[in-house]
């Protein structure tokens, strides 16, 4: 998924220790021309990379948000 890519690329332009939601990995108007069900691929995808793949070493999850949306801390 290429929005997968972007969102892995775009978390290396993040400062240590900041909290963040995929979201906020993209750009307003991008994220809002993505479909729900995309939207949620999207999540699963990130926080399998998070746990299971390449941002392993990057990112740690943190919490969840009061919309349960997935809260994330770059290392």
Do not use: H, P
Request: one cysteine or more; glycine letters at 6%; hydrophobic letters at 40%.
């Amino acid at each position: 998924m290429d929005c997968l890519k972007r969102a892995i690329k775009e978390v290396l332009n993040l400062q240590r220790d900041e909290e963040f939601l995929v979201k906020d990995l993209f750009k307003g108007y991008e994220w809002n021309r993505l479909a729900i069900g995309e939207r949620r691929m999207l999540g699963s995808l990130f926080l399998n990379e998070v746990r299971n793949g390449r941002l392993t070493d990057i990112v740690n999850v943190a919490k969840k948000s009061s919309a349960n949306q997935q809260i994330y801390i770059k290392l």
